[in-house]
């Protein structure tokens, strides 16, 4: 199958969404999620060796509470933000058209055609996670496809036509 034609939405949504960032910023990336927790390892560690004191207490407090903070707050927080405050692109109904040369989505957004194209050569890291193939240039993430919303014999073809449209030598597949 040269090309793949089908309805979804530019991005994911909800619980998705968030699935989606918490892998993309702690798990692809782990010095994020390793600076995040050191410093409850090293108070556990400190703890542990017997070195106590109000003050070191107050300190241990600190080191636990802030990857709970980091967790459950920060990123909570700018997640919900940007889900709630970012364009209405990124969740209007588009059509996804997938061929060895490009990618063009037209998103149809309150009745404007917005049409956005990506050039394979545009892409440095292919992932599959959640359902979603996320298509990266770097550290950026240009475009995801929702399987779900594929035919089972485009979903069975797409990750040949990937196979077939990268440099391989540029972009690394992670799927």
């Known amino acids: 199958m040269d090309i793949i034609q089908y309805q ?3 991005k994911a949504d909800g619980d998705t969404y968030k699935k989606i960032v918490f892998w993309n910023r702690f798990i692809k990336n782990p010095t994020e999620l ?3 927790i050191a410093p409850a390892i090293i108070a556990t560690v400190m703890l542990a060796m017997g070195y106590i004191s109000t003050f070191i207490a107050v300190i241990y407090a600190v080191c636990y509470f802030y ?3 980091i967790f459950f707050v920060q990123f909570k927080s700018a997640v919900n933000y940007h889900l ?3 364009p209405k692109s990124e969740s209007a109904p588009c059509l996804m058209t997938i061929t060895t040369d490009m990618i063009t989505a037209q998103i149809d957004l309150d009745n404007e055609q917005s049409i956005e194209n990506y050039d394979w050569n545009d892409f440095t890291t292919i992932y599959f996670k959640q359902g979603y193939y996320l298509m990266f240039d770097k550290s950026k993430m240009l475009v995801m496809f929702n399987s779900q919303d594929m ?3 485009q979903r069975e073809a797409f990750p040949d036509l990937i ?6 030598n540029k972009c690394k597949l992670a799927f």
């Open 8 to 10: 979804t939405k530019l």
């Open 34 to 36: 390793i600076l995040t």
């Open 67 to 69: 990857p709970i903070y």
């Open 84 to 86: 709630k405050n970012r």
């Open 151 to 153: 035919s089972q014999e």
């Open 163 to 168: 196979k077939r449209s990268i440099d391989l």
